[in-house]
C-alpha cells in the first residue's frame, strides 16, 4: 500500500490559497500562495482589528518613505493611534505629506490615524525583523 500523511500545522500565517489542481491531477489539498501576515500580528485598538500590513503595503507604494513606526496608546485618557513617518528630503513635498495622509486614511477604514512626519535618520533602522510596533499600555 502507498500512503502520504496528512500533516497538519498550527502556523497562525494568514496565507492566500490556491485551489486549483496539481499538475499530476489531484485536486485534494489546496497549496499555500503566499503569507500575507499571522493571525496574532493584529493590533487591537478601541474594537477595531489592524493589520500593520495594511499599512506597511500603503506605505510600501510611495519609494520617499524611508521608514516608519506604529505607535498605539492605548491609555484610559483617550489614546491616540500614530503613524510616524520618515521621508527622503530631497524627495519631501507637502503634496505628497497629503497624499499619503490620504491614503493610509482609506486602508485603515475604521481608525483615524495621526500621521507625524519625522526629520530623516529619526526612527531606528533594524537588520533582522523590524519592530516597528510600539503599543502604550494604559
Excluded: N
Aim: hydrophobic content about 35%.
Amino acid at each position: 500500500k502507498e500512503a502520504m500523511p496528512l500533516i497538519r500545522y498550527r502556523t497562525r500565517d494568514i496565507t492566500v490559497l490556491d485551489t486549483s489542481g496539481c499538475e499530476c491531477g489531484r485536486e485534494a489539498f489546496p497549496r499555500c500562495r503566499w503569507i500575507i501576515g499571522r493571525v496574532d500580528d493584529v493590533i487591537h485598538y478601541k474594537g477595531a482589528k489592524i493589520w500593520p500590513s495594511m499599512i506597511h503595503e500603503t506605505l510600501l507604494r510611495f519609494p520617499e518613505v524611508l521608514e516608519y513606526q506604529i505607535i498605539v496608546d492605548k491609555s484610559p485618557a483617550g489614546g491616540r493611534f500614530t503613524v510616524r513617518v520618515e521621508l527622503d528630503k530631497k524627495r519631501d513635498s507637502t503634496a505628497k505629506r497629503e497624499q499619503i495622509i490620504a491614503e493610509l486614511r482609506k486602508a485603515l477604514i475604521f481608525v483615524t490615524p495621526h500621521v507625524e512626519f519625522v526629520p530623516e535618520g529619526t526612527l531606528p533602522r533594524y537588520e533582522g525583523k523590524a519592530r516597528r510596533i510600539i503599543i502604550k499600555e494604559g
